[in-house]
């Protein structure tokens, strides 16, 4: 009696098991997930919010079996609530930013590769000119036209970091519209945005998931930097960004108004770069 074969193994199960094997990626994974539940979670546990001041526990130390188990800053202000109300809005940022600006340089360098000629050539100069633009300056511009806080630091990070994704799409497009798939698109009666949606993006997913791993960390530390700067997010709303700012002022009076902010966002950020390192070695075509 002949032996049984092993059915053959689809793309995505041994990509999913490389990536399974990085054990490195796999609890960075796990320890993310655990970073997100507690800052979106973690506040409801609270009676407070992260705005609320106890003015009879002003600048309290830390003291695990307080109503306070972080301490408080100098307004009253509970300091683990502040922390994880800020994790909201700097993930928030993060994710939806990476989304949005991934989505945009997709679709737009999918259309520039595959149309090719003068359009790509039109396109391209488009971004070869964003590229011009000082970041900080256009967050500052974007801020005085929007009025600054949350939706002019959304606006200012998507419209600088989907360049990179259009160019890097766009090479990959170029190599995909000659394939004989797309010919016979075009031969069946369909239209280029068509092709595009359900032919082009599609090959080009796993570029695009390794890119975006590696944009979230990218969009998470300019949004933490520029309201580190005061450009951002401003007081009384909390990011890890100015809270980090404001620790930085009292770091030789209170080093735990720095560290438990910092330390978040740099745990996050190991994370999202130990994940990205795994997505990249998961779907490199050389490993088999």
Known sequence: MAPDLAAPRSTLSLQAARFAGNRLAVVSVYVLLAIVALCFLGPYAFPFTGQDADFDNI???????????FGTD????????????GGQVSLAIGFLGALTAGVIGVLYGAMSGF???RTDSLLMRTV?????FPYVILVILLSLLFGGGTVALFVAIVFTLWLTPAVIVRAQAQSLARREFVEAARAGGMTGWQIVVQHIVPNTVSLVIVYGSLLVPEVILSESFLSFLGIGIKEPQASWG???QSGTA???TDLRLLLLPGGLLALVLFCLNFIADGLRDAFDPNER
């Open 250 to 252: 009292q770091m030789d």
């Open 242 to 244: 100015n809270l980090i």
């Open 74 to 85: 100098d307004y009253g202000r509970d300091l683990l609530v502040r922390v994880l109300e």
């Open 59 to 69: 600048s309290a130390p830390m003291n695990l079996w307080s109503a306070h188990p």
């Open 115 to 117: 149309v090719g000629g």
């Open 128 to 132: 070869e000119v964003l590229y011009g």
